[in-house]
């Protein structure tokens, strides 16, 4: 469940991120603090028994693309604190 809210909120951040103007670092922010938290449930793997079972190919490949919206996130994140500087 838990990752159904935070998956559904990284959604809704996203959408906003790709709609509107960015107006300061609040929304690069809150996508890289979701992605990390969906990267960190998915390699912990909570709920699972013991042993945990390794991941699957589309499991790896979801950390794959995660890890490149974490690296996007930043660079966006860093862009729009060096904007909010220059004005």
Known sequence: MLGLILLGGLVAVLVVLAMRRGDGPWLPLTSVVLELLVVLMLLTKPGTGSPAP??????????????????????????????????
């Open 54 to 87: 390794d991941l699957t190919v589309f499991g790896r490949m979801g950390l794959a693309l995660l890890g490149c919206g974490v690296l996007i996130g930043v660079w966006h994140l860093l862009h729009q604190l060096v904007l909010a500087r220059s004005r």
